[in-house]
């Protein structure tokens, strides 16, 4: 599976945006980029998933690079609530269907 | 609609004794998957299974862990004997297998703490 690379962690403040951004230059042709969320003592959540084209769904987009070796995903105003490690995953189409889960981005949300 | 069931949320055990945990996915949710998520890390796959067949076990350790999912629909991960090593979060996922990209979802998963 091809690795991604994150940032430990980030803050922001509350109702302001932000970007979490992910590095993955040896992502191959047929990887999809999905990106997870775990808020404290609670199981990962789904966030979004892109192939190519940025995405946007009620919670987040995401901003796919052209050449596809980082994306970007955007919380366009960021609660208390949205406070979790944020994990960028690869996945291949027609794969495994494990999710390989680096450390993620442990975002604070300041008040 | 109910999300994917764990239990016990908590456990405590002493080393070598026994420990079961069980997961009962979402409704029509024929894929169950079992990760193990150290403090600070990512969860890592431990077993998966589509309907009652384990398909990638290759991450459990069998010597001490055994999993099983009679009748395809909820499952029970054991550890027999527990080791120190083995506290951890224990997290059960499910997803419908439609051979394309589907979304995991997780329950709240098991904290088990080995003294």
């Known amino acids: 599976d091809a690795k991604t690379t994150q940032p430990n962690s980030m803050e922001s403040n509350e109702e302001e945006p932000v970007h979490l951004p992910c590095n993955h230059s040896?992502?191959?042709?047929?990887?999809?980029i999905h990106w997870y969320r775990q808020l404290p003592s609670q199981g990962p959540e789904y966030v979004i998933h892109?192939?190519?084209s940025n995405v946007n769904n009620r919670m987040a987009s995401l901003a796919i690079a052209e050449d596809r070796k980082s994306s970007t995903l955007i919380l366009h105003r960021a609660t208390l609530r949205d406070a979790a490690v944020y994990y960028c995953i690869l996945r291949v189409q027609g794969g495994s269907e494990k999710l390989v889960f680096g450390k993620g981005t442990k975002l604070t949300v300041n008040p | 609609e109910a999300g994917v069931v764990q239990s016990p949320r908590y456990k405590i055990i002493e080393k070598k004794q026994p420990v079961a945990f069980w997961c009962n996915p979402i409704?029509?949710?024929?894929?169950l998957y079992w990760y193990r998520q150290n403090l600070g890390q990512g969860p890592e796959l431990l077993i998966r299974y589509e309907n009652e067949e384990a398909v990638d076990d290759s991450q459990l350790p069998k010597d001490r862990f055994s999993a099983e999912r009679l009748k395809g629909v909820d499952s029970t991960l054991k550890i027999q004997p527990a080791e120190l090593g083995d506290s951890a979060v224990y997290l059960c996922?499910?997803?419908?297998?439609?051979?394309?990209?589907?979304?995991?979802?997780f329950g709240p998963g098991t904290r088990l703490l080995v003294l």
């Open positions: 996922a499910s997803s419908l297998d439609l051979a394309g990209q589907e979304t995991q979802y």
């Open positions: 892109g192939l190519t």
């Open positions: 040896t992502i191959s042709g047929t990887d999809y």
């Open positions: 409704s029509g949710h024929n894929t």
